[in-house]
Nanobody, 121 residues
Framework: QVQLKESGGGFVQAGGSLRLSCAAS????????MGWFRQAPGKERERVAT????????SYADSVKGRFTISRDNAKNTVYLQMNSLKPEDTAVYYC??????????????WGQGTQVTVSS
């Protein structure tokens, strides 16, 4: 059974940092693009960051550029999202996703269950 399990969410004050992790099991994703998405209450899910299978290519939503960093460790089948200078508008449930169609045409084929991030002002 393929699973993506996020961890590292929590409550933090504005300006603080969190590091999310997404550990995959049941299948190796070392050849697949991975990404982080988020969904705030009453809003649609949005793409936050994606990373190619090798980790050499990344993309970010404009709202998080310069503050968030996506990375991966293929040996551990894990992808990370380092979030710095957090703002209240970053409050959302954060989801990890895997794309079997590559980084350029990222389409989430697998989803994690999500982890809550709450940023207070």
């Amino acid at each position: 059974q393929v699973q993506l399990k996020e961890s590292g969410g929590g409550f933090v004050q504005a300006g603080g940092s969190l590091r999310l992790s997404c550990a995959a099991s049941g299948r190796t994703f070392s050849s697949d693009a991975m990404g982080w998405f988020r969904q705030a209450p009453g809003k649609e899910r949005e793409r936050v960051a994606t990373i190619s299978w090798s980790g050499t290519t990344t993309s970010y939503a404009d709202s998080v550029k310069g503050r968030f960093t996506i990375s991966r460790d293929n040996a551990k089948n894990t992808v990370y999202l380092q979030m710095n200078s957090l703002k209240p508008e970053d409050t959302a449930v954060y989801y990890c996703a895997a794309s079997l169609t590559g980084w350029v045409s990222f389409q989430a084929d697998y989803w994690g269950q999500g982890t809550q991030v709450t940023v207070s002002s």
